[in-house]
């Protein structure tokens, strides 16, 4: 997920370096070389360096190279997947995931960072993508660059000898068995797709991507065994799964090993009910450790003792309205709104101004207006709020929204919300 994305530290105009440039297929070594060492120097397993490889998309990636005509030395990097994003309604909009981004330690504070996101996104624009997103590894970077934090996720380290899980009707109806990974990927990633509308924030899966998910490298497994699956079947069906590794473990009293999982997805509650006992049950441990799961999950309200489970909260994905207006006309809004945007956007000028967002449960339209304002924000919280995750109400009590006219806020964080939280599951 978010393990390749980076910063410079710095803002300005790049002096010390020439301006961003489109990647070129035989560059790519050293152009990731220049993106792992900015990430401490330790590279990947092989196979996960040739699938990222293979998944980068050459075309929508830049580098700044200093030195022309004397070698020229990488020292920037940022990628661009196409993606399509489900929101709100369940629309999938065509989403440009930023990655890979990073600047060499020697060429901090030049403005590299600022030129690298300048070109994307422009190119964006220019690929009629109305959204850009990413997940950071340092959550003040982004900002300055117009992209909001959207969405949350959970983790948690749930003592399993002490806490018990009541499940819903039909749970016992759903079997489990066991499966090599890879042997069941087709059947997990129907799963996943049949998820994918229903969750704002959630990513179409581009062909190839789903082999990130059984990449099972012993360097990554942290004293734990090797990828482990179930499936869940229900009805002759199979409406579910889950990923998981278990760490083993001895003390005085006995065995405390611990469960920890990489992924879990059901089709309905009693499927994900069945996965999650599953998971508390499994032999001569006494942890269960989870990481990235949405904020709303129902496992929280089935559990006897949610103290014991240690819940965390922490950021996840970051939205970056492009084009506003053709952004805000893709979701839908679960209470009327009718509201005048100013929106301030000094990094993509095209944005700013006074935007009309009209709207309810069916559709919308956002279009350019001279009316008065009735909200004045920063494109920032803008998409902070844009799939429904965070609360316009809330921003404007951090004073991050200012409302002009009275009631106008509330109306409008009330259009925004979602009933079900965004959530991103898949890493890029």
Partial sequence: MGRFTGDDGGDGVTTAAAEPRALRREEWDTWYGTLIRAFGGIAGPAEELALFRELTQVDRSI??????????????????FAFRMTVPGGAQVPTAGVTMVSVAATHRRRGVLTSMMRRQLDDVRSWGEPLAVLTASEPAIYGRFGYGAATFELGAE???????????????????????????????????????PARPGMLARRPGWERLGVLDPESRRDGASPLQCVLARRGGEVTGFARFRVRPGWG??????????DALAGLDPATEAALWRFLYD????????????????????????????RPALRDA???????VGAALAARTYQAPVDVVFEVE???????????????????????RTADAADLVLSVRELAAAYLGGVSLGSLGAAGRVREVRSGALAAASVGFGSDVAPWLPHGF
């Fill in 345 to 367: 956007d000094a990094f993509c000028p095209w944005n700013a101004g006074r935007w009309r967002l009209s709207g309810d449960a069916k559709g919308a339209s956002c279009e």
């Fill in 252 to 261: 005085p009293e006995g065995p405390r090993g611990t469960v920890v999982l």
């Fill in 63 to 80: 580098g700044v190279w200093e030195g022309a005509g004397t070698g020229e030395e990488c020292v920037g990097t940022a990628g661009a």
């Fill in 158 to 196: 749930i003592d399993t000898s002490r806490v018990r899980l009541s499940v819903p009707p039909g749970t016992d109806d759903v079997r489990l068995r066991y499966a090599a990974p890879a042997d069941v990927l087709d059947a997990c990633e129907a799963v996943y797709a049949r998820l994918v």
């Fill in 317 to 323: 994905l970051y939205v970056r309205l492009v084009d």
């Fill in 282 to 309: 499994i032999d001569l441990t006494s942890t269960l450790t989870v990481r990235g799961r949405p904020v709303d999950e129902a496992w929280q309200h089935q559990v006897s003792d949610v103290r014991r489970c």
